[in-house]
């Protein structure tokens, strides 16, 4: 009874009007068809990796969410390349990634997406931590955001766990603040250094295929693999009927955000290419996988970020200074060139 209550409250007044299908400048694009407003009391967690409850999507509709960042210039690259497709999804930023980025933060909003949190300095160990610095990382990473943001407004109540840790502690501490917890529905393993852009299209297209053909599919802006592979994607859920929904918050949102006088970050014409990566399906990788266990990618993602919970902000501050700029990312979590 609780999930068709979920659905009759979304149906009555949390579905807005669908957008425009028309996309200046790509009359092919995917675009965006329609938007559901999200209230955290009537869906505080969400996701079916993890949770009972998910987004009540239509057949063939998915919502793209995008976790790490922002970190030039493969966030740059990822906005570049929804806004193109007219594309809106939503973001989960790390709190002192927003700190060192905030015109990022600011283009994020003002290209229409939605803005939630996704702690402060990114703990895989989440699911271990008392209460007192879970507090600290959830309290930390939206007040950096909301001040990267210049307007509170701006950032959704939407929390996603690092590595999708969850605890009670954690669950209860984000309800008490009216906060809902996303986890996902599907994810493309776009973590994984030795990916490539191909296996990033397969791998999320069958899983969403394998869940009734709808879901919230979890990325990462922070991987020059996922640049690569976002337009074949696209294209990809295009051809086989798929339609683009984002998710947003209820209540009053700013229109837009001034953007901070920021020095420009580096950036290399080379790479990343956005090029299109093959959407063709692997047999051989389809006759091997199996479906993706919770443990398994909470384990396989401290393993490939297990170096994440060192000085956040000494490699932003080194990584800014070096002409480099994204080379490798804060503990070693981003690829190198």
Aim: glycine share 6%.
């Amino acid at each position: 009874m609780r999930f068709f209550a979920i659905v009759l409250c979304c149906l009555a007044g949390g579905i807005l009007p669908a957008m425009a299908s028309s996309c200046p400048g790509n009359p092919n694009a995917i675009g965006t068809s329609r938007t559901i407003a999200v209230d955290p009391s009537a869906l505080p967690r969400i996701g079916s990796m993890q949770y009972r409850a998910t987004l009540p999507l239509n057949d063939h509709e998915v919502v793209i969410t995008f976790d790490d960042g922002p970190l030039p210039p493969y966030t740059n690259r990822i906005l570049d390349i929804l806004d193109a497709n007219c594309v809106k999804a939503s973001y989960f930023l790390v709190g002192q990634m927003a700190h060192a980025y905030p015109s990022l933060v600011r283009r994020i909003f003002n290209d229409g997406h939605t803005i939630g949190t996704h702690s402060q300095h990114h703990p895989f160990h989440f699911g271990d931590m008392g209460l007192p610095r879970i507090e600290r990382e959830v309290d930390g990473g939206f007040a950096s955001v909301r001040a990267a943001a210049g307007d509170p407004q701006a950032v959704a109540p939407f929390f996603r766990i690092p590595g999708l840790a969850r605890s009670k502690q954690a669950e209860n501490y984000l309800a008490s603040q009216s906060i809902a917890v996303w986890s996902a529905d599907e994810v493309a393993d776009d973590w994984f250094r030795s990916i490539t852009p191909g296996q990033i299209v397969r791998r999320a297209f069958r899983r969403i295929e394998a869940k009734n053909h709808r879901g919230v599919l979890l990325l990462h802006d922070i991987h020059p693999a996922t640049v690569m592979a976002l337009p074949a994607l696209l294209e990809e859920l295009k051809t086989h009927g798929y339609k683009i929904v984002q998710a947003v918050a209820t209540g009053e949102r700013p229109k837009s955000l001034p953007v901070p006088a920021e020095p420009a970050v580096a950036e290399t014409d080379s790479w990343p290419r956005v090029t299109k990566a093959s959407a063709t399906t692997a047999t051989e990788e389809k006759a091997t996988e199996k479906p993706v266990k919770v443990a398994a990618l909470r384990h396989r993602k401290r393993v490939a970020h297990k170096e994440l919970d060192g000085d956040i902000t000494a490699s932003l501050a080194a990584k800014k200074a070096s002409a480099k700029t994204a080379e490798t990312g804060p503990g070693g979590l981003f690829f190198r060139r």
